[in-house]
């Protein structure tokens, strides 16, 4: 049974910082492409940032160079590291998981940052 289990979303003021954690079981989680994606109220589900199996990052323009996305192969762990949040920022965050022939999805965390 796969699960991916984000963690680490709460409540933080503009400027603040949050690091979001997704924790992979019943998944070779070294082959995986690893993501983070985002949806607002009223809005539709979002890419934020994702991570290769081989380590290459890319990140949507609207976080690039406030966040950070990493990976821990030996604790079957992504990360998503939040530096100087925004109000816009706010959202429920998931967690996907892309193998060759598959993908996964988190329950998702929620994200607040207050102005």
């Known amino acids: 049974q796969v699960q991916l289990v984000e963690s680490g979303g709460g409540l933080v003021q503009a400027g603040g910082s949050l690091r979001l954690s997704c924790a992979a079981s019943?998944?070779?989680?070294?082959?995986?492409?690893m993501g983070w994606y985002r949806q607002a109220p009223g809005k539709q589900r979002e890419l934020v940032a994702t991570?290769?199996?081989?380590?290459?990052?890319d990140y949507a323009d609207t976080v690039r160079g406030r966040f950070t996305i990493s990976r821990d192969n030996a604790k079957s762990t992504a990360y998503l590291q939040m530096n100087s949040l925004k109000p816009e920022d706010t959202a429920v965050y998931y967690c996907h998981a892309r193998g060759f022939t598959s993908n996964f999805w988190g329950q998702g965390t929620q994200v607040t940052v207050s102005s």
């Open positions: 991570i290769a199996a081989g380590g290459s990052t």
């Open positions: 019943g998944i070779i989680f070294r082959l995986n492409a």
